[in-house]
Every structure is written in structure tokens, then in C-alpha cells.
């Protein structure tokens, strides 16, 4: 009997033999994470759907060069990231995306008018000085914080050295808590 | 649950992690899985039928090429033998008198100083 949940790389082995079904399963399991990923990172949920869509494709693409060494989450957010980063380039965009798309995002969530509306504010909040933080800081945060990444994977991630991740998580975790901390529970 | 909200705190502050755990992603609506299989069959259909089909065109036309070529050389029957055949022989050519021949005469006749005697 075969294993009822294969690994990563095994399904990476059978699509790269054009294995359908294993290919809709590689799907199944990863699309929200990148979609979640990818939404951080543009501020727009369309946007981030297709992006999502493009990640797969390109990992479909290149599953014949993938390198079944137990690291496919950090090579299938790299691809996430370069596409990502592709997308900013074409559309010109020097900056990330800022507060008001994630907003726009957020408006059509069944809230109630009374519900949570503190818990709303301080979403906005966070995400708009997520939004405000340098792309790289971004994506380092993003992915250790959200996608639960260690250094390492992260370095493999973004095609870099753990220190200068660890240098990244540092000043955006600085310029957070610049942001984000009341002034009375700033540290002395 | 993920570690994430027990994640300790590198910057030393703990209610900075727990307002990062609050933001939470959209769901997606609904599966990208459909878009990206049609993305990916068409991708393969792109792939190899175009690149199928334009090698079958390239090679009828090489060979089309080839035999126009040898046919016209005489190596072979064909249409490039037959215009060649009804060239030298003239017949083309015979209301003006300028068959192959009459070229061939026309440039021994003539002397260096490129007049006829």
C-alpha cells in the first residue's frame, strides 16, 4: 500500500513524470500558504490569486530540474518571490504596495458593524507598517513570521546567507516596533 | 495551532508578536487548481504539437525544396528538369532565337574587343 501522504519531493518525482494527480495534490496542500504569501507581499488578493497561479505553473514547468533535497517549501517560495518580484518590476511600482490595498481588501469581510472593530484597527495597523517595510524586510518577515520558515530556509529562500537575513529580520523588526508600539510601552 | 504566537520574542517584545499574530491572510476564494491545469495543458500544447507541426512543415518544405533543386539540376524527374529541358531545347526561347545555344554561339563569336567579326 502506498504511503497516503506522499512528501513534497516524492509528488515533485511523480510530476515531473506527468503525474497529474500528483500534481493537483502538490496544489492542494501549498496554494494557500503562497496565496496568503504572495497577498502580503502585492497588498491585492486578485493579484496575489494569479501570481499564485503563475507559482504553479512555473513549478510544474521546472519539475524536472527540482533537486529532491527536503527544501521544496523553500524552493517553491523562492519562485514566489522572484515572481513576485518580476510582477513589481513590470508594474513599475518602487515601492510596495501601501495601506489603502490592503484596506481596499479587507472591506468586503462579513464584519459586523460592531465586530471587532478594535481588532480591525490594529490589523489595519500592522499591515500598513508591514506594507511600509523595504521589500527584502518584507519578505524575510513575512515568510519567518507567517510561514513559520527558519533562517536557513529563508536564506535558501530569498538566495542569500543567513546572516544577511538575520540582519534583515533585525531592522525590520526595529522599524516594527517603531511603528507599531505605544509610546508607553516603549522600551526605556 | 502553529508556534507561531509562542514564538519568544527576539526583539524582546512580546506585544509586538502578538499584534503580527492577528493579521491574518484572506482565504483564497477557490482553488487556483483548475486555472493552473488548463495553464499547464495549454503550456504543453504550446510545447511540442506547435513545435510538431512546424517541424513536419520545415521538413515537407526542405523536401519539396530538394527535389525542385535536383529536378532542376536533371538529377531527377520533375517540373525543375522539364522547365530546364524546355530551355535548352529552346522552344520557349524560338520566337526570339534566344535558346541556350544561340547564347553559347553569340559568346564565342565574339572577339576580345567584344565586337562581332
Redesign the interface.
Known amino acids: 500500500m502506498s504511503d497516503p501522504r506522499p512528501t513534497d519531493d516524492e509528488l515533485m518525482a511523480r510530476i515531473a513524470r506527468d503525474e497529474?494527480s500528483a500534481?493537483?495534490l502538490l496544489?492542494?496542500r501549498w496554494?494557500?500558504q503562497v496565496?496568503?504569501f504572495l497577498?502580503?507581499m502585492t497588498g491585492c488578493?486578485e493579484e496575489a490569486?494569479d501570481l499564485?497561479?503563475d507559482v504553479?505553473?512555473q513549478v510544474?514547468?521546472h519539475a524536472g530540474h527540482y533537486c529532491p533535497e527536503g527544501k521544496f517549501k523553500s524552493w517553491l517560495f523562492r519562485i514566489a518571490g522572484n515572481r513576485v518580484r518580476s510582477w513589481a518590476r513590470r508594474r513599475k511600482i518602487i515601492e510596495w504596495v501601501r495601506f489603502d490595498g490592503f484596506r481596499h481588501?479587507?472591506r468586503d469581510?462579513a464584519h459586523g458593524p460592531d465586530a471587532g472593530l478594535e481588532?480591525d484597527q490594529?490589523?489595519e495597523?500592522?499591515?500598513s507598517a508591514?506594507a511600509e517595510l523595504p521589500d527584502r524586510q518584507r519578505e524575510a518577515l513575512v515568510l519567518q513570521?507567517?510561514h513559520?520558515m527558519s533562517q536557513q530556509d529563508i536564506a535558501a529562500a530569498m538566495n542569500t546567507t543567513e546572516g544577511a537575513v538575520e540582519s534583515l529580520?533585525?531592522r525590520a523588526?526595529?522599524s516594527?516596533?517603531g511603528r507599531?508600539?505605544r509610546p508607553g510601552?516603549e522600551?526605556s | 495551532m502553529t508556534d507561531r504566537n509562542r514564538r519568544p520574542d527576539a526583539t524582546g517584545n512580546q506585544d509586538l508578536w502578538d499584534l503580527l499574530a492577528r493579521d491574518e491572510a484572506p482565504e483564497l476564494a477557490t482553488s487556483v487548481w483548475p486555472a493552473v491545469r488548463n495553464r499547464t495543458l495549454a503550456r504543453r500544447d504550446t510545447s511540442w504539437r506547435p513545435r510538431l507541426a512546424y517541424g513536419f512543415s520545415g521538413a515537407a518544405c526542405a523536401a519539396v525544396g530538394l527535389w525542385l533543386g535536383l529536378s532542376l539540376g536533371g538529377a531527377v524527374e520533375g517540373p525543375g528538369s522539364y522547365a530546364m529541358d524546355t530551355l535548352v531545347e529552346g522552344s520557349l526561347l524560338d520566337e526570339t532565337d534566344w535558346s541556350i545555344a544561340g547564347l553559347y554561339w553569340a559568346i564565342e563569336s565574339t572577339d576580345n574587343n567584344g565586337t562581332r567579326p
Do not use: C, N, Y
Open positions: 497529474e500534481f493537483r496544489v492542494d496554494e494557500r496565496h496568503a497577498w502580503r488578493r490569486e499564485t497561479q504553479f505553473v510544474h514547468a481588501d479587507r469581510e481588532i490594529t490589523r495597523m500592522v499591515r508591514i513570521r507567517f513559520e529580520l533585525v523588526m526595529k516594527l516596533r507599531l508600539v510601552e522600551e
